[in-house]
């Protein structure tokens, strides 16, 4: 009679942790690999057309876009070689990592993810190719 209410306890006990695991936040296989794949950062590849423009599109050009853009301060980021001279000196980065000493972009206080930061400085480390 001591066994079945160990049984008893023990079938209830897996029945509580299974329930537990399979009411996870993640539903299917396919939702958490959505979620592993969004959370890895690419910076082996990283290119001027294919992350840095991208990023700038999203980030940048509504204010450093086009020469009719207000507040702009004249600085045309669609401009390659005017992105290579802020590349160059070190202000592309620094700007949008919000370096000390550094005017920090996008001006409305919203900083670039952390993977967009690597991307720029790898593109920067690596030459700023324009590719």
């Known amino acids: 009679m001591n066994r079945n209410k160990y049984f008893i306890f023990f079938s209830f006990l897996l029945t509580i942790t299974i329930s537990s695991i399979s009411s996870c936040k993640y539903r299917n296989k ?3 690999l959505n979620l592993k794949k969004d959370s890895i ?6 290119t001027y057309m294919g992350s840095i423009i991208p990023i700038l599109e999203k980030s940048c050009y509504r204010c450093h ?3 009719s853009n207000t507040g ?3 600085i045309i980021l669609q401009d390659y070689n005017v992105l290579k001279t802020f590349a160059a000196d070190g202000r592309l980065y ?6 000390p000493g550094y005017i920090p972009m996008p001006y409305d206080g919203g900083k670039l993810s952390d993977c967009e930061l690597l991307q720029i400085k790898n593109w920067v480390d690596n030459g ?3 590719n």
């Open 30 to 32: 396919e939702e958490f």
């Open 41 to 46: 950062c690419d910076t082996s590849t990283v």
């Open 65 to 67: 876009g086009t020469a």
């Open 72 to 74: 702009s301060g004249g």
């Open 94 to 99: 620094g700007n949008a990592a919000h370096l």
């Open 128 to 130: 700023y190719p324009n």
